[in-house]
């Protein structure tokens, strides 16, 4: 183990474009589902639900937390309708697997996605034996990342010390509140150029597997 995370003793993960890739089918579909809600529910045609999709998870995070402000809706119906996907489609990584495998510690999945199918997801990606936890976005009330009181709820509900935590993210800013508590941060960029230093992104990698493959000595088989 790389020694610059020797003192971790908790590692966590967030779920979409960090443990799996959500780009290649995911999203896509989700994009889809979540467009057809919102026009389904605000009667506005599906260009325009898209706008209103997209503004929404600017100003709230999510658009989930848009439709509840702004339309009252109920967030069970949201989450069941647009994560009602065939995440079969989605291949497990053996890397990620066996390297995960190896972190000493626990691990705790922390994510703007239901827990239910944050279970299923890395139940289909053959590591949810790997986890100690997930925290969805049902347990932060429903504020997602980087709202700063879902972060004091996680580490309250997982009893983590930010301190011995490492957190994993492909979204940049929801690192920030992370650091600001303590925790040792790593982003995730993706094909994104990662761009200057920034003091609340202390580590950075283009996805998982090369962070792992790189500071991890893979689990014996």
């Known amino acids: 183990m790389d020694p610059r995370f020797s003192h971790i003793d908790t590692w966590v993960f967030d779920l979409d474009n960090t443990l799996y890739d959500a780009d290649a089918y995911i999203f896509v579909e989700m994009g889809k589902r979540m467009n057809g809600f919102v026009a389904r529910t605000l009667d506005i045609p599906l260009d ?46 053996a890397v990620t697997r066996d390297h995960i495998a190896a972190l000493p510690g626990r691990r705790v999945v922390f994510t703007n996605a239901p827990r239910g199918f944050a279970r299923d997801m890395t139940a289909q990606l053959g590591i949810d034996h790997l986890f100690d936890g997930i925290f969805g976005i049902e347990d932060g009330n429903y504020w997602p990342k980087p709202h700063e009181e879902t972060y004091h709820a996680f580490l309250k509900e997982h009893d983590v010390d930010p301190a011995r935590a490492c957190m994993f993210e492909d979204t940049a800013k929801n690192l920030r509140p992370a650091r600001t508590l303590g925790m040792t941060t790593v982003w995730l960029h993706g094909e994104q150029e990662p761009g200057e230093d920034v003091p609340h992104i202390q580590h950075k990698a283009e996805r998982l597997p090369d962070w792992l493959k790189i500071h991890v000595r893979p689990a014996t088989k």
């Open 48 to 93: 325009h639900a898209d706008t209103v999709r997209r503004d929404f998870y600017r100003k709230y995070g999510t658009t989930l937390r848009g439709l509840m402000t702004e339309h009252g809706v109920h967030p069970d119906d949201f989450l069941n309708d647009v994560h009602d996907l065939d995440i079969t489609r989605v291949p497990p990584c």
